[in-house]
């Protein structure tokens, strides 16, 4: 198999680490930005598309989000199935659907990287509210991590992550929360929609988002922070004859009394092979797309407060 990636950073070596797992003789080659970019063994540089010697059969894009949005234009041309690191783009212009259009125009099979839908914790809770027949009334999602943690070694003031204008904040970073509420209870509508960035941590783009979303028959709620220093991921669902609270962090569900229902083994790196597993089945086309570049669209719209 031969992938060509678009990116070298953290994100990209998981990619990279989960690729080689499912494919060890994989031929990777990498488009980098500058000419001086160091070598790597196992993986062949080029700085341009007409520098490629042979079709990928697929690509990954993986750079910052502020590039997605030119990387798939390009990669595009090249006619082959796309894997795009979320958030899919940093903002959304008309464009960006005109982009949808011509994707799906060309056929080219897209899937969006959103790992935590492959958590055994997630799955098990996606087959219970499928085939549940008791109603919900409430929900209640919250993500809190302390971002100068994320990478110790590095100025986080300095990452992507923590500025405006390279596509950061919070409410792209963990994009995952309002994806996997999506894909767990549906699309909602957004009633409400709070940013800020004014805590201890001190940086330019959002470090707070909440999030009040409505559907047919209950209220949703995603909170979101970067400055909980005991990191807390989890999923509060209130059904009409019991309480599940879903621990993402810890990969278990108790009910409101404290019983343990469901316990995962599963740590988050894992689902980085199951993900890669997934996006070879959709180039072999043994697997539809779970997430693909429209889907993410409509979740990237929530995420921005325009629903």
Not at 61 to 77: C, D, W
Not at 141 to 146: I, P, Q, T
Not at 274 to 299: A, P, W, Y
């Amino acid at each position: 198999m031969i992938v060509l990636i678009e990116g070298l950073g953290s994100i990209s070596r998981k990619h990279i680490s989960a690729l080689r797992n499912s494919q060890p003789n994989v031929k990777l080659y990498a488009l980098r930005s500058k000419a001086a970019s160091p070598s790597e063994e196992g993986i062949i540089n080029i700085y341009d598309y007409n520098q490629l010697t042979e079709k990928p059969d697929f690509i990954i894009i993986s750079n910052i989000t502020q590039r997605h949005r030119v990387s798939v234009e390009n990669a595009i041309k090249l006619g082959v199935p796309i894997m795009i690191e979320k958030p899919v783009l940093p903002s959304l212009t008309a464009a960006d659907f005109d982009l949808n259009e011509r994707i799906k125009s060309l056929g080219i099979k897209t899937y969006v990287a959103c790992n935590l839908r492959f958590l055994n914790v997630l799955q098990f809770l996606k087959k219970h509210l499928d085939e549940s027949t008791v109603g919900i009334n409430e929900v209640n999602v919250y993500c809190g991590s302390y971002f100068p943690d994320w990478r110790p070694k590095r100025d986080y003031k300095t990452m992507y992550s923590a500025q405006k204008g390279e596509g950061g904040g919070i409410h792209l970073e963990l994009i995952h929360e309002m994806d996997y509420t999506s894909w767990l209870f549906g699309i909602p509508t957004i009633l409400n929609f709070t940013t800020s960035s004014r805590s201890t941590i001190d940086i330019e783009a959002a470090d707070y988002a909440h999030y009040l979303l409505d559907y047919p028959k209950f209220i949703a709620t995603i909170t979101l922070n970067f400055y909980r220093k005991e990191i807390k991921r989890t999923i509060e669902v209130i059904f009409e004859d019991r309480t599940w609270i879903v621990d993402l962090v810890k990969g278990n569900i108790h009910d409101g009394l404290g019983k343990l229902i469901y316990q995962s083994g599963q740590q988050v790196i894992e689902t980085y092979d199951v993900q890669m597993r997934h996006m070879i089945d959709i180039v072999k086309g043994k697997s539809e797309s779970l997430n693909t570049f429209e889907d993410s669209l409509e979740v990237l719209k929530l995420s921005l407060g325009n629903a």
